[in-house]
């Protein structure tokens, strides 16, 4: 089973373009693009497209646009190619298909890209990066963004129970959530940063979803992500642009855990892909049918205290690469906790996570009617 999760980068990619290779031969025509990173031109996001002759239904799966979660991602597309593609009509069913949107990311395991932003509060529908847009997250910049170099994991622990308990007795447990998820234009050295600009990894999705609106008539997005929700179980997390609710959509796809995102399911953001998908279907090609949303393969949990966690790893992991730290067992205990977070080791949690997989495909696609 684990042999599905890659050992690196390079295997993941070797594999993908190994693979669509032979799936290629079913379909009318296919083809296989890349874009190769300025400063890195060893890292390459590639993309797969296979076309029927009948352009009705397309099936876009991408990973890796948070880097580290692209291990996780490149598993569930080999389950895609391996047991579903196969089973799609390709008269008429089309194939996008996204190896790592943040190939920098993921080499290195990090969740934002080699400019420091986060890609999924990239997308910003109008182009605005307003680093006025989240006050709170400045208000807590303390607590958010230290940017000192890292004492040792036990005193910044202390340091960051303090910060955090003062900040949850003033703002309560779900403002803190709120200003550390929404996105931030204004400290370009800490979590959740969305930059100044489209990155790259987005302008290639922007213009990959602008041909699929063009050419089909129903697109089916799934993006591959891991971190937030319940431990063993997925979460399938959608905008509040989906005209459905959670329940509606929970028993359409026979999946028990889907999440329509606004503030009370989990959690707002700025500069979201699939929203973004939503809105460029609405301004630009409103007869189109699009299904977007993510698969977030939950990993520390869902409790209060492993919010804080994820809250901790997440501060600390990117206080630990902009300033550094001179203890290396620190340094290796970050690294560990935030491996854990976006890539578990565990047999047993990898293992539920394709079985999760494999039921929403089965649920999403017969729901839509290709299977
Ligand atoms: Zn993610």
Redesign the pocket.
């Known amino acids: 089973m684990n042999s599905l999760y890659p050992e690196s980068y390079e295997t993941s990619r070797a594999r993908f373009l190994r693979d669509v290779e032979l799936l290629g031969l079913n379909w009318f025509s296919s083809r296989l693009d890349s874009h190769l990173l300025k400063n890195h031109p060893d890292l390459s996001i590639d993309w797969f497209w296979a076309e029927p002759r009948d352009k009705q239904n397309l099936v876009i799966i991408s990973t890796g ?2 880097g580290i ?1 692209g291990y996780i991602g490149s598993a569930m597309l080999k389950v895609f190619t391996d047991e579903f593609a196969p089973r799609l009509n390709p008269e008429n069913t089309g194939l996008l298909l996204v190896h790592t949107i943040n190939p920098w990311g993921m080499k290195y395991n990090r ?1 934002v890209n080699e400019n420091g932003v986060d890609l ?1 509060r990239n997308f910003t529908f109008d182009g605005i990066f307003d680093p006025s847009s989240n006050p709170h997250f400045l208000q807590l910049k303390a607590l958010l963004a230290p940017d000192a170099p890292v004492r040792s994991f036990g005193v910044e622990t202390i340091a960051f129970a303090w910060r955090t308990i003062k900040a949850l007795i003033s703002e309560g447990a779900s403002a803190l959530t709120y200003a550390a998820l929404l996105g931030q234009y204004a400290a370009p050295k800490a979590m959740y940063y969305g930059g100044t600009r489209h990155e790259d990894g987005s302008l290639v999705m922007m213009e990959l979803f602008g041909q699929a609106l063009e050419n089909y008539q129903t697109i089916i997005h799934l ?6 929700g319940p431990r063993y179980l997925m979460s399938i997390t959608l905008v509040p642009l989906e005209p459905l609710n959670s329940a509606e959509l929970s028993a359409k796809f026979s999946y028990p855990l889907v999440l329509r995102g606004d503030h009370q399911e989990f959690y707002a953001t700025h500069g979201d892909m699939t929203e973004y998908f939503y809105k460029l279907r609405d301004e630009k090609f409103p007869n189109k049918h699009v299904f977007t949303c ?1 698969f ?1 393969f939950g990993t520390y949990g869902e409790s209060l205290l492993s919010r804080i966690r994820s809250l901790r790893t997440m501060i600390f992991e990117s206080q630990l690469y902009w300033y550094a730290t001179r203890d290396k067992k620190t340094e290796e205990k970050i690294r560990h906790e935030f491996s854990e977070l ?1 890539f578990p080791a565990e047999e047993k949690w990898r293992e539920k996570a394709i079985s999760d997989c494999r039921k929403a495909f089965e649920g999403i696609f017969n729901a839509y009617g290709i299977l």
């Open positions: 646009q948070h979660e969740k999924n993006d591959m992500h891991s971190g937030y993510a977030e976006y």
